[in-house]
């Protein structure tokens, strides 16, 4: 049987995002329900964030964020052979979402199938988009994480609407001489199941104190493993992106990772928590900001319900 | 065995050095009787991250079913000494 002739290593070659216009502020939330903009300041960290309008939904957010990647890249429709996209919350389950964001984007016939990880979603497709393309299965793979967690939130349960919201990110993985993608540490914890999961099927649901006990001791041994991984020390770093859950816990897990220089990931300020989208979300528009220049550094990790996580250091194109 | 008196004072030594850490919450303020939510305004995420900081330095686990019980200082030291 034959191999596949494979690339010596995949990089991310460009970003995308792509957030919802309605800004809904914590001003707004105190009129829906009983909080108060310090309570969620102090919290979790969120200033605002971006709730879906009508005209969104997980495979429209997600076509707009990856045609920017797309767009970013250089590449054309045509260079593209699988598209991937991380989600937890598309409502119409069949057909996937992969294969309708590839044909909103002009690209034909491609793999296309959506990971569910939860909100560790985008990092588990950005390893397999790596493997893929290191193993010939794929030259140029499109990764998406696009959630739309407005359609699962009780707007009546202060504990969750404050947190969740909206919003898409992208990359395209190409292949290259030199790695520019680290293996990827991926893991589970089912004894957990019950810690974050759908209440009556429709609501999202999490016990607080149970997840930030989880993220803020175990989580700082997957960083550490990622980095061992790819022969990166933590001083390394331009930036550490871990999933914008709660600023308490980014921060938390920061101060542990051992890289004061490394800029910390607060997107969750002003985008809230957008499960799987809000690792390629930061990435976007801190690239954008120029915090991330060519050559940089950066160490992604993904975690959430499952329990599942998944890190990996990655190079800034 | 060390006699209760020495060990409390250790405990609440290791408490305020933790308290002072996470929540930043000045030595003198933390005594046995003080609330930590009432008194202090330290809220349930940082309680939890205290419990697990006293346990790295004290070795006992405090669960979340059992953290939301202590509600003082002198509560986390019994519980410790326990």
């Known amino acids: 049987m034959n191999l596949l002739p494979a690339a010596a290593g995949a990089r991310v070659a460009a970003l995308g995002e792509y957030q919802p216009a309605n800004v809904v502020t914590n001003q707004d939330l105190t009129r829906r329900v009983d909080t108060t903009d310090e309570w969620i300041r102090s919290r979790v960290g969120i200033e605002e964030r971006r709730i879906a309008g009508p005209e969104d939904s997980v495979v429209s957010m997600a076509a707009a964020a990856g045609g920017k990647a797309l767009a970013a890249s250089g590449l054309a429709p045509a260079d593209i052979d699988l598209v991937i996209v991380a989600t937890c919350t598309l409502v119409d389950q069949i057909p996937n979402a992969a294969a309708r964001v590839a044909d909103r984007l002009g690209i034909e016939a491609p793999g296309a199938f959506d990971v569910n990880a939860a909100c560790a979603g985008f990092c588990y497709g950005l390893g397999l988009a790596a493997d893929s393309v290191r193993s010939g299965s794929a030259h140029n793979v499109l990764v998406i994480g696009s959630e739309k967690l407005s359609d699962w939130l009780d707007w009546e349960d202060r504990s969750t609407c404050v947190i969740f919201a909206d919003g898409a990110g992208a990359a395209v993985v190409t292949p290259s001489e030199t790695p520019g993608i680290g293996p990827v540490v991926w893991g589970s914890s089912g004894d957990r199941a019950d810690k974050i999961y759908l209440r009556e099927n429709k609501y999202l649901y999490q016990e607080g104190q149970s997840v930030f006990r989880w993220a803020t001791t175990e989580l700082n041994g997957v960083a550490a493993e990622a980095l061992r991984r790819a022969g990166v020390e933590a001083g390394q770093l331009t930036a550490f992106?871990?999933?914008?859950?709660n600023l308490r816990i980014v921060e938390a897990i920061a101060r542990k990772l051992g890289a004061p220089q490394a800029i910390v990931a607060r997107d969750i300020v002003t985008a809230g928590n957008t499960s799987s989208a809000s690792v390629p979300l930061a990435l976007a528009r801190m690239s954008e900001r120029g915090e991330l220049p060519s050559g940089s550094l950066v160490l992604t990790m993904g975690f959430g319900a499952g329990l599942t996580y998944s890190a990996q250091v990655l190079e800034i194109p | 065995?060390?006699?209760?008196?020495?060990?409390?004072?250790?405990?609440?030594?290791?408490?305020?050095?933790?308290?002072?850490?996470?929540?930043?919450?000045?030595?003198?303020?933390?005594?046995?009787?003080?609330?930590?939510?009432?008194?202090?305004?330290?809220?349930?995420?940082?309680?939890?991250?205290?419990a697990v900081a006293a346990q790295d330095k004290f070795g006992v686990e405090i669960p979340d079913d059992q953290l939301k019980d202590l509600k003082t200082v002198q509560d986390v030291v019994n519980y410790i000494q326990k």
């Open chain 1, 241 to 245: 992106v871990p999933h914008q859950a």
């Open chain 2, 1 to 50: 065995m060390a006699n209760t008196e020495t060990d409390t004072d250790t405990i609440l030594a290791g408490l305020r050095e933790i308290v002072d850490e996470i929540a930043g919450v000045p030595a003198n303020e933390v005594d046995l009787e003080k609330s930590f939510v009432d008194d202090l305004d330290i809220d349930s995420l940082s309680m939890v991250e205290i």
